[in-house]
């Protein structure tokens, strides 16, 4: 009877050890699952200072990091999940569609982040408002804002039109005034520059042209490199028509970068009419050219 009882007691442990390994098998295959906290962000708000221009914007996406690591890029307005609680500092990155291009998203490197403490509890959703302005070191070559009687563009001797002010409010922006292009078929091309040559910074360095618009026809934005021998056009985007007015962010820095035997640019701005149109209307507004100090 006593080796019975001793087998007995053997076997129990042994199916106690078995049953232990199943249950922490199962918690291994299924691990239990951490309750994520929520951020919601509607939209970024910026502002800009009277010698800044505008305060017109296109900020579409949140680069969000929390307590210094990357918790991911979301298009506004957003909610996410956070596998995080308690006093967290979340920072926020304001994102553009560089060139105006859908697929290509990125920090605009012009505007500062955002950053603040909150406290994230599980399975609730923490609101924020992140508000941005622009960098410090900026230099702002050109703010067109086509307020005053002096306009910082013209025509080339290419140029069958030229760019004028209208008062027109379905043409105006904001303010006004806005500037405006017709190309007809007896002014069938548009040929306009900045009235100064920039010394843009190059080595990588960041040069952004930004504007409002909406046109009936393509427009081609670039500029044009001054070597000293030559003046050579360098188109960068296409403007796309459309019938709403539209912010854009323009990165001039790898042609700039590229033109390492030019000494300063022009920005540019082009229009041919095409055969299929009598006329065509391009309407522009708060145009600045912005570099690194």
Not at 76 to 92: A, D, E, H, S
Not at 94 to 110: E, M, Q
Not at 122 to 150: H, K, M, R, W
């Amino acid at each position: 009877m006593r080796f019975g009882f001793q087998h007995y007691h053997m076997r129990l442990l042994f199916y106690s050890l078995i049953l232990a390994i199943a249950l922490s098998a199962c918690n291994w295959i299924n691990p239990s699952e951490e309750i994520p906290s929520y951020v919601r962000i509607d939209s970024i708000s910026f502002s800009a200072t009277g010698t800044q221009g505008t305060a017109s914007q296109s900020i579409v996406d949140a680069w969000v990091y929390i307590d210094g690591e990357n918790a991911g890029v979301y298009e506004l307005p957003c909610t996410f999940p956070v596998l995080k609680t308690g006093n967290c500092r979340i920072q926020v990155f304001p994102g553009i569609k560089l060139d105006g291009i859908s697929a290509t998203r990125a920090i605009y490197p012009f505007m500062k982040s955002w950053e603040g403490n909150f406290d994230l509890l599980e399975n609730s959703i923490t609101i924020i408002s992140p508000a941005v302005t622009y960098a410090g070191n900026l230099e702002f070559e050109v703010i067109e804002d086509f307020e005053s009687g002096g306009i910082t563009f013209s025509e080339t001797v290419y140029s069958d039109t030229i760019l004028m002010r209208s008062s027109d409010p379905g043409e105006v922006f904001e303010g006004g005034y806005s500037g405006k292009i017709v190309v007809d078929t007896d002014h069938p091309l548009a040929d306009v520059k900045s009235n100064d040559a920039f010394l843009l910074p190059q080595g990588g360095a960041y040069n952004f042209l930004e504007l409002n618009f909406k046109t009936d026809v393509a427009v081609g934005v670039g500029v044009i490199a001054n070597d000293g021998t030559q003046s050579v056009y360098h188109p960068v985007v296409g403007l796309n028509p459309t019938t709403t007015w539209k912010k854009i962010y323009i990165n001039l820095s790898p042609v700039v970068s590229r033109e390492t035997s030019s000494y300063s640019f022009y920005v540019f701005f082009r229009i041919n009419l095409p055969d299929d149109m009598s006329v065509a209307t391009f309407s522009v507004d708060n145009i600045k050219l912005i570099h690194v100090q």
